[in-house]
């Protein structure tokens, strides 16, 4: 069975423009969840679409969006980059996104910011 | 508030044990997990345990729960250099609906030859 996708695995951006990520879970998984992941902060949640319904969002700014398709597939969107959003973006899927469902990870998407 | 703590360094000889710590706060938490990043690699899923459990062993990896001390370890058996990571210990809880994992900040592990 093959594992989370993320593309892409790099990207080099500049102030002030827009950036999509995208992340394929696992087949059959419904639940797709996005992390942040940098030096100083740590990895910390960004939001969790289960059936294309956003059910869960941390504690970002609304540059930080998201979307899910009819088949699990996920985007996130950050709008009008700054140098702090550079990071390590990470996608996790699970069956049903449950507090007792295990999550797994794809190899991260890595956001430079100029 | 939720938190995981977890020092940051620790550094074995290969053929040793590792003992990796952890204390969390919440005492709801439900699942315990490990996580294992190596550079430039996404998370990878090491072991978990339920909080109804005192110890889980799988292969080389032993996880033990102190519930009363909220406090976790994970223990590496025969520590080997491929096993030179980042180790991240994440607590999730059944609340209603989904709850996103908390981590830790990670405790880089660095095994020496």
């Known amino acids: 069975k093959a594992g989370v996708t993320q593309t892409p695995r790099y990207l080099i951006k500049t102030r002030g423009q827009q950036v999509t990520l995208s992340c394929s879970p696992i087949?059959?998984?419904?639940?797709v969840s996005w992390y942040q992941q940098t030096p100083g902060q740590g990895l910390q949640f960004l939001f969790e679409?289960?059936?294309?319904?956003?059910?869960n969002k941390g504690n970002f700014p609304g540059r930080f969006s998201g979307r899910q398709f009819s088949n699990s597939r996920s985007e996130m969107n950050v709008s009008t980059l700054e140098l702090g959003d550079s990071a390590l973006y990470l996608c996790?899927?699970?069956?049903?996104?449950?507090?007792?469902?295990?999550?797994?990870f794809g190899p991260g998407t890595r956001l430079t910011v100029l | 508030g939720e938190d995981v703590e977890q020092s940051l360094f620790l550094s074995v000889r290969e053929g040793d044990s590792s003992v990796i710590n952890c204390t969390y706060t919440?005492?709801?938490?439900?699942?315990l997990y490990w996580y294992k990043q190596e550079p430039g690699a996404g998370l990878q899923l090491l072991t978990y345990?339920?909080?109804?459990?005192d110890m889980k062993q799988d292969q080389r990896l032993t996880v033990l729960l102190n519930k009363k001390d909220k406090h976790l370890s994970l223990r590496i058996a025969d520590t080997q250099t491929g096993d030179s990571a980042i180790y991240f210990c994440?607590?999730?809880?059944?609340?209603?609906?989904?709850?996103?994992?908390?981590f830790g900040k990670g405790t880089r592990l660095s095994v020496i030859a």
């Open positions: 996790a899927s699970s069956l049903t996104g449950g507090g007792t469902d295990t999550q797994y």
């Open positions: 087949s059959g998984h419904r639940s």
């Open positions: 679409y289960f059936s294309e319904t956003q059910r």
């Open positions: 919440d005492s709801s938490s439900t699942y």
């Open positions: 345990i339920f909080s109804n459990m």
């Open positions: 994440a607590e999730s809880t059944v609340k209603s609906g989904n709850t996103p994992l908390v």
